[in-house]
């Protein structure tokens, strides 16, 4: 069974920086696309960023698109969301997830194969 370990939220300051990341074990981590994705409760899921399997194709969310970069490192089965210029509006929990198939943009509601519990992030203004 794949699991997924998200880690690295926090408080931070509206300006600041944060990295998340997200270990995977029970699976080979390189025939995954992973992404992550952010919510709010009693709002919408959100798509944040995805990256492909081997080649390090990306894509990101509207909201976040220059401010947040995802890296993967297949040899430590882990994927990595660093944040910066956090805004409050990017105050939500961050899930961690994978799929066998690669996409740029994943719908918000993309039912992918496995999925991470989530990290709180908080950003005060």
């Known amino acids: 069974q794949v699991q997924l370990v998200e880690s690295g939220g926090g408080l931070v300051q509206a300006g600041g920086s944060l990295r998340l990341s997200c270990v995977v074990s029970?699976?080979?981590?390189?025939?995954?696309?992973m992404g992550w994705f952010r919510q709010v409760p009693g709002k919408e899921r959100e798509f944040v960023a995805a990256i492909s399997k081997t080649d390090g194709r990306t894509g990101y969310g509207d909201s976040v698109k220059g401010r947040f970069t995802i890296s993967r490192d297949n040899a430590k089965n882990t994927v990595g969301l660093q944040m910066n210029n956090l805004k409050p509006e990017d105050t939500a929990v961050y899930h961690c997830?994978?799929?066998?198939?690669?996409?740029?943009?994943?719908?918000?509601?993309?039912?992918?194969?496995?999925w991470g519990k989530g990290t709180l992030v908080t950003v005060s203004s």
């Open positions: 029970g699976g080979t981590f390189s025939q995954y696309a």
């Open positions: 997830a994978a799929d066998r198939f690669f996409s740029g943009k994943y719908p918000a509601n993309y039912d992918m194969d496995y």
